[in-house]
């Protein structure tokens, strides 16, 4: 199950956090998913397409915060993400650990050598 929230914002959308586990067995963190969109339907539906088809969000444990909502409102797509910190409790410290990326960087195909 992933763990996160949303919060409505005044204009009626919504921006959606999930945090979604590693696919790596050795990889301690996951990866935090930050959608704009009109309802929370429609987020989730974005991330399905995207191929997470598995994605759905029960209750509001971890809602963006405020930095989330400004980093997601300024981004073109609405779409970005970034590694999730490995105790799962984000704090002030932690928003400066890893900058945002946008959905592509994610969905590029690896680079060969």
């Not at 959608?35 to 539906?45: I, K, W, Y």
Request: charged share 15%; net charge positive; glycine share 8%.
């Amino acid at each position: 199950m992933a763990a996160g929230g949303f919060c409505k914002l005044p204009n009626g959308t919504v921006v959606v956090a999930l945090n979604l586990p590693s696919p790596a067995a050795d990889a301690p963190a996951g990866v935090r998913f930050l959608v704009h969109a009109q309802n929370r339907a429609r987020a989730l539906t974005r991330l399905r397409n995207l191929g997470l088809r598995s994605v759905y969000l029960r209750g509001n444990a971890a809602p963006p915060t405020p930095d989330e909502i400004t980093a997601v409102l300024h981004h073109p797509d609405g779409l970005i993400w970034r590694t999730a910190p490995d105790h799962g409790v984000l704090t002030g410290s932690d928003l400066t650990v890893e900058l945002w990326h946008p959905i592509r960087a994610l969905l590029r195909p690896p680079t060969r050598t």
